[in-house]
């Protein structure tokens, strides 16, 4: 990309931040992608930088960073579900569901991405000797390379948002109170324990 | 195609967005120094973020590139980031 292209292009993408000096608005960057919803972010992110008392340009920013560290987290972890869900929604359709037809792939989805099982669907499933359980854990079986990606994917944010909490705590004398993002990350590390990840921890002494 | 995030900041598309940024960062009052220090940091961590974000949409750009590629360089561009942050201190 051109310079000139990608300037246009990061400054063509606007957001109605937060109040408080923003270095991502100055760069106009969007950290939400098509979709996702805007009022949710600006909320949250707002909660969170209320919760830190980020006042100065540098700390916005970094509450910014570590907010868009647990939104990746969430991202990664919806398109697992959609993953999985996707799979048993083209398993329903090979194994011979008894409403058979063009939609019925999308009225699988639709209905296990509403966290919904109607009785057509498990009378059908059960016809053919299946379960949602067994089902979804062929899916998982058969997606397991992409659902391990994901999780890299999730432990890598897992690290970067502990470097920059951390950061944001050295760097301003404060001890973040935030126990939402505790809880937070004492969950994703349980759910990416046993994952072969690279184990290192962010350093802060690497070259430049 | 190149992915670009070896490329020094201060020659990449990015650059022109470098002295808003100190120039923000000193009305704090940040020395001069730190300020560019810490923009390059800020814009090259940035960077792999709209990297990320392309590569997540599905860029054909980016599909040849291997996966586990884009994460050390974020990686790394975080350790640059919180580095420098932390220096701020001292």
Redesign the interface.
Known sequence: ???????ES?QSMSIEDVAA?S?TR??G?VPI??GEPADLYRISLETLIEELGAR???QV??AE?IH?CLW?MR?YDEQKRATIVARMAWLADQIGFSMRGPSTQSHVRDTLMANMVDSKTVQALKEKGHTIETMRQEAMEHKREELL?LD??IA?QT??LA??Q??YE??F?RKMNVERLQLHNALLRRDVEGIEVVAEE?????E? | MQHGLTTPVESSGWAPLQQSLETLLESEGMETSQARNLALCILNYERNLHYQRERYLGSERHAQHKPGHEARYLKRAANQLIKQCKSLKN
Do not use: F
């Open positions: 990309m051109s310079q000139q292209s990608l300037s990061i000096p270095l100055v760069l960057l992608l098509p100065s340009v540098l920013y970094l960073k868009e990746w991202r990606h890299q994917q890598l690290k970067i470097g920059l951390a950061t050295v760097a004398n962010l350093s802060s002494n690497d430049r």
